[in-house]
């Protein structure tokens, strides 16, 4: 079974400035996806990046961007010029190849400081 | 694009009774939808994944018969928990996977959760 282990309960940043938030993973599929979904406190899930296994490029979008270390099952996102509104829970999640459903690792709550 | 949307967001029971979430993609067809469960201060556990017109798969340790799943329409899929136990209140998130409209193929887009509370 695949599992998502995110080591930190909780990351504090000041306002401006960039964080990076940790994922490892274990599988043994090749083909397969990795995500970061964000949750604020409203609780609805919105996607902040994907990365497909197979590309070696890191996915970014916009101030978001990802360190995808496929070797080390290790995929973590860095948050540039952090803003108040990136305020939330921030999963990370794991998709096989197939059409399956996410496994999520335990969230990371992310306060940013004024 | 891609949007989803659930209904009702929040429901309150009696223990005993019965309650039904349903689960829509409004802009594009759902080929897979999944029911999610979330306990405060947790993470999301996969329920159960649906394909339209299919039975429905679900994880171990997830009862069948008290959570019924139907996926009747490309655009429709509903949970429906049966004889409802305090046990049982929690937040339900569905999402859909779907290859029309703004969705993206490999991507799951989440509906906006149902908070159910079991007296």
């Known amino acids: 079974a695949q599992t998502v282990t995110q080591s930190q309960p909780e990351m504090s940043v000041q306002e401006a400035e960039t964080v990076t938030l940790s994922c490892t993973y274990d599988t043994s599929e090749s083909d397969y996806y990795l995500f970061w979904y964000k949750q604020p406190p409203s609780r609805q899930m919105i996607l902040v990046i994907r990365q497909e296994a197979y590309k070696q490029q890191n996915a970014t979008e916009n101030r978001f961007s990802v360190n995808f270390q496929k070797a080390a099952k290790s995929f973590s996102l860095k948050i540039s010029d952090s803003q108040l509104g990136d305020a939330a829970m921030y999963f990370c999640a794991y998709r096989g190849g197939g059409a399956d459903g996410l496994t999520f690792g335990k969230g990371t709550h992310l306060i940013i400081q004024p | 694009g891609a949007v989803v949307s659930q209904h009702p967001s929040r429901v309150i029971c009696k223990s005993g009774t019965s309650v039904k979430i349903e689960c829509r993609s409004l802009?594009?067809?759902?080929?897979?939808m999944f029911w999610y469960r979330q306990f405060p201060k947790q993470s999301l556990m996969l329920m159960a994944t649906s394909n339209e017109g299919s039975k429905a798969t679900y994880e171990q340790g997830v009862e069948k018969d008290k959570f019924l799943i139907n996926h009747a329409s490309l655009t429709l899929s509903t949970l429906t928990v049966t004889s409802a136990h305090p046990e049982d209140s929690s937040f339900y998130i569905c999402?859909?996977?779907?290859?029309?409209?703004?969705?993206?193929?490999?991507?799951?887009?989440f509906g906006p959760g149902t908070r159910l509370t079991v007296l």
């Open positions: 802009d594009f067809q759902a080929t897979t």
């Open positions: 999402s859909a996977m779907g290859t029309s409209g703004g969705a993206s193929t490999d991507t799951q887009y």
